[in-house]
């Protein structure tokens, strides 16, 4: 095990009182008993719906070096090696805040309404082709997310990348500040002026001397912009397929599960393929290849490592299904959804390889936290699904049912109030050479249906070899 903390450091951090026989040092930290590796620190955060002080003893018996708990509550494990603080969440904090004190790494951070994560996981790779690089895990970008990350981060990185989201106005401001990248990426963003202002936080806790990477093609890239330099930033570095990018895409090719690319980045020519499909992901390749230059990395490195890009769970992975008599293509879109990601999701479907007489059908739930214009933003979904030629169209939850009503009766596959009372529909509706796509916010509960279409077609499979 490798330190990645001392005891004495960590403690200093964040002024804990140190209580039972202590490790010399821990190999890293964690938030979850079920995952944790042996000598790592576990942090009892209070979350929503669970206290982390409740599962401190599994995390101690899974071999835990330490549990990090408040003073409330260190009653409850005499005897055992513990942190003491006033307030486990705000330690985690210090914590991240002395990681990001003793680094000398360059920092990039990544917002946006949509690919963010993809973002991160590209810049992850191209960063990494020049020296060890640090990343956030998963998708852990919010108030526990980046401090987290952030304490993970050890102090040999040469470079590190920070996913941050927000739900409110506000959110991204203190997650910045604990971060304060050298670039800061924004993807692209809704039409919308206040969630333009809102990502716009992220400047408030660039470096000095740092730099914005801004989608030009944005709607709201002017108003970023604007943002950028009254928070200090004097370097504004555009992204997109404008004439006027300073990272601009030249031409690509889009195959099924990969695209390739010609751009220019900052001046220097660049061919490179992507080893994941969608326009896109093209578009933000840019973003990240011009924040690995600026970071100071190897633009030839990075871009030739974005070859081993792949879609995260739940964010465009593919699989067959063995339906009878052939296969179909599932495109598992499941893990969130906002009507910037949507549209992308679509046109990925649009240009996904069908068989002999497929179809292209999209399953769709609700898009939520959308405020007064739901509805009308789903209305607006008819338009991209049309554009991409999609065959059927199912639908879920009260605010799907004005993109079905929108929607030509021939395009109409089925709708239901819940993804479980549509769920019987679409595994009805699949057939050999179809490819189906499968998208919603996380609280429309999409997921079931893309496990349901495996576990069905599953067993088809292995009922058509038995039969066979």
């Not at 490798?2 to 960590?10: E, G, P, R, V």
Request: aromatic share 4%.
């Amino acid at each position: 095990m490798s330190a990645l903390w001392t005891i004495a450091d960590m403690a200093g951090a964040m002024r804990a009182e140190k209580s039972g026989a202590l490790p010399a040092e821990v190999g890293g930290i964690s938030i979850d008993s079920r995952t944790l590796a042996k000598g790592d620190a576990f942090f009892a955060i209070q979350g929503e719906n669970r206290d982390g002080h409740d599962f401190v003893e599994a995390a101690l018996e899974a071999g835990a070096g330490v549990a990090v708990v408040a003073r409330s509550q260190a009653a409850r494990f005499p005897g055992a090696p513990l942190f003491i603080v006033d307030d486990v969440l705000e330690a985690l904090r210090d914590l991240g805040r002395a990681a990001r004190a003793r680094s000398h790494a360059k920092i990039v951070a990544v917002t946006g309404s949509v690919g963010k994560t993809s973002s991160k996981e590209a810049l992850r790779l191209a960063l990494s082709a020049d020296g060890e690089t640090h990343a956030s895990a998963a998708s852990y970008n919010n108030h526990w997310g980046v401090p987290l990350s952030l304490a993970r981060m050890p102090a040999s990185a040469k470079y590190a990348v920070f996913e941050i989201g927000m739900n409110h106005a506000g959110e991204i401001t203190p997650l910045t500040r604990l971060v304060r990248p050298h670039v800061a990426i924004i993807t692209t963003i809704e039409p919308l002026e206040k969630i333009a202002d809102a990502k716009a936080e992220i400047f408030s806790g660039v470096e000095p001397g740092g730099a914005a990477v801004l989608n030009i093609d944005n709607g709201q890239f002017a108003r970023l912009a604007v943002a950028a330099k009254a928070a200090g930033i004097s370097r504004i570095v555009s992204f997109g397929e404008n004439a006027k990018a300073d990272a601009r895409l030249v031409r690509y090719s889009l195959q099924p599960e990969s695209s390739t690319v010609e751009a220019a980045i900052l001046g220097h020519d660049v061919t490179y393929k992507l080893g994941a499909p969608g326009l896109h992901l093209i578009v933000n390749s840019l973003a990240v290849l011009a924040a690995a230059s600026l970071a100071g990395a190897d633009l030839a490195l990075a871009a030739l490592a974005l070859n081993k890009l792949a879609p995260a769970t739940g964010r465009g992975t593919r699989s067959q299904l063995a339906v009878h008599g052939g296969t179909a293509l599932l495109i598992d879109e499941s893990y969130n959804a906002n009507p910037a990601s949507m549209r992308a999701a679509i046109a990925l479907l649009g240009q996904a390889p069908l068989g002999p007489r497929g179809r292209r059908i999209a399953v769709l739930g609700d898009m939520l936290e959308l405020g007064a214009e739901g509805a009308s933003m789903h209305r607006a979904l008819a338009e991209p699904i049309l554009a991409a030629k999609v065959d059927l169209v199912f639908c879920s939850g009260p605010l799907m049912h004005a993109l079905w009503e929108a929607l030509p009766s021939n395009h109409r596959g089925g709708y239901a109030e819940s993804a479980a009372a549509l769920e019987p529909a679409v595994l009805a509706a699949i057939r050999k050479g179809d490819a189906v796509m499968v998208k919603g916010s996380l609280g429309s509960k999409m997921g079931p249906i893309v496990k349901a279409l495996q576990r069905q077609f599953s067993l088809a499979a292995a009922l058509d070899a038995a039969q066979g």
